[in-house]
């Protein structure tokens, strides 16, 4: 059976935050000043925050069964 597009959402929200997380360790990894350690602490932190509300509510589907 097909995924739901709210579901496919939620998965695509994952990877992205996925990918955030892991700019952000390699951009801090070659950073050259303050400034991008901020940036790339701030993008760590907004990834690690989506994954976490992402998590929650693909859970949140999977206990209604709407999760495919």
Do not use: P
């Amino acid at each position: 059976m097909l995924k739901k597009e709210c579901d496919i959402n939620i998965e695509k929200t994952l990877e992205l935050a996925d990918e955030m997380i892991f700019l952000a360790r390699q951009g801090d990894e070659a950073r050259e000043d303050s400034g991008c350690g901020v940036l790339y602490g701030t993008l760590l932190d907004s990834g690690f925050k989506l994954k976490q509300l992402a998590l929650k509510e693909k859970q949140a589907h999977i206990d209604k069964g709407w999760w495919k």
